[in-house]
């Protein structure tokens, strides 16, 4: 048996935000456009029910700001076919895709959002893929460690 797993994804709150997903049809969406290998092969690995935080990249302030939940799992994404897509992929064959993308659903907001500063100054957290120099990734794993810190944090102060 495989137990729940925990990731965080991030996304632009001007291309699609945490409010974006919650009024989405069915509160639901794929997570379309992950071009990087490394973030698709752990989309890969999702389950369906495992958590995800939902963290608003290139914002004012960065910040987690939901929890969103795996619905399905990955499966070619569409838009490396589509001409007309910024996600094209000329290499990638529908015989042979190259990218997947996985279902998530809104679960709730955060309290309050937990920004990347504050993030930074707890010390439990310094092991944490956002918040190591030069990360980059859209999509990556989170510890369950640091899943239950990070929930225990929205009921605090910043």
Same mark, same amino acid.
């Given at each position: 048996?495989?137990?729940?797993? =925990?990731?965080?994804?991030? *996304?632009?709150?001007? %291309? =699609?935000?945490?409010?974006?997903?919650?009024?989405?049809p069915n509160r639901t969406t794929c997570?379309?456009?992950?071009?990087?290998?490394?973030?698709?092969?752990?989309?890969? %690995?999702? /389950?369906?029910? &495992?958590? #995800?935080? =939902?963290?608003? *990249?290139?914002?004012? $302030?960065?910040?987690?700001?939901?929890?969103?939940?795996?619905?399905? /799992?990955? @499966?070619?994404?569409? %838009?490396? =076919?589509?001409? !007309?897509?910024?996600? @094209? &992929?000329?290499? *990638?064959? $529908?015989?042979?895709?190259?990218?997947?993308? #996985? &279902?998530?659903? @809104?679960?709730?907001?955060?309290?309050?959002?937990? /920004?990347? &500063?504050?993030?930074? !100054? !707890?010390?439990?957290?310094?092991?944490?893929?956002?918040?190591? !120099?030069?990360?980059?990734?859209?999509?990556?794993? #989170? %510890? $369950?460690?640091?899943?239950?810190?990070?929930?225990?944090?929205?009921? /605090?102060?910043?």
């Open positions: 048996m495989v137990s729940k797993r =925990f990731w965080l994804m991030k *996304s632009e709150p001007s %291309t =699609f935000s945490i409010d974006d997903l919650r009024q989405s997570w379309d456009g992950v071009r990087n290998y490394q973030a698709r092969n752990f989309m890969r %690995t999702m /389950t369906v029910g &495992d958590q #995800v935080l =939902f963290y608003h *990249s290139n914002a004012d $302030p960065p910040a987690m700001v939901g929890v969103a939940k795996v619905v399905k /799992t990955a @499966y070619p994404d569409p %838009t490396q =076919f589509d001409k !007309k897509s910024k996600y @094209y &992929d000329p290499a *990638s064959k $529908p015989s042979q895709p190259r990218w997947e993308m #996985v &279902d998530i659903a @809104y679960v709730r907001h955060l309290q309050r959002p937990l /920004t990347l &500063d504050e993030l930074r !100054k !707890k010390t439990i957290l310094k092991g944490m893929i956002l918040l190591q !120099k030069g990360s980059r990734l859209s999509v990556q794993p #989170v %510890t $369950p460690l640091e899943w239950r810190y990070i929930m225990s944090l929205e009921k /605090t102060c910043a």
